[in-house]
């Protein structure tokens, strides 16, 4: 069974910063893809990066040029680097694992934008 633990989330001020990882229980690169969905507050799951085994990287566009997903394939830990943080990025983050049968996904973690 594949385990997928977040951490990195918290309150940050617009502007702010954050980094969020996503670790493994087993080998990354035996996905097709792994990625980041958001649930903001009375809303629908959404994309918000995904990296495939290639290491294409795709982003929503609400989040281009601002957000970075990259992995360690070492440490079999997929991250996601936020930059210029805004309220509207206020959300629980999970971590996404895609094999060619089934969909995996982390527990959450609150990411919340506020001054």
């Known amino acids: 069974q594949v385990q997928l633990v977040e951490s990195g989330g918290g309150l940050v001020q617009p502007g702010g910063s954050l980094r969020l990882s996503c670790a493994a229980s087993?080998?990354?690169?035996?996905?097709?893809?792994m990625g980041w969905y958001r649930q903001p507050p009375g809303k629908e799951r959404e994309l918000v990066a995904t990296?495939?085994?290639?290491?294409?990287?795709n982003y929503a566009e609400s989040v281009k040029g601002r957000f970075t997903i990259s992995r360690s394939i070492a440490k079999n830990t997929v991250y996601l680097q936020m930059n210029s943080l805004q309220p509207d990025d206020t959300a629980v983050y999970y971590c996404?694992?895609?094999?060619?049968?089934?969909?995996?996904w982390g527990q959450g973690t609150q990411v919340t934008v506020s001054s």
């Open positions: 087993g080998n990354i690169f035996s996905f097709n893809a």
């Open positions: 996404n694992a895609r094999s060619v049968h089934e969909d995996y």
């Open positions: 990296i495939s085994r290639s290491g294409t990287t």
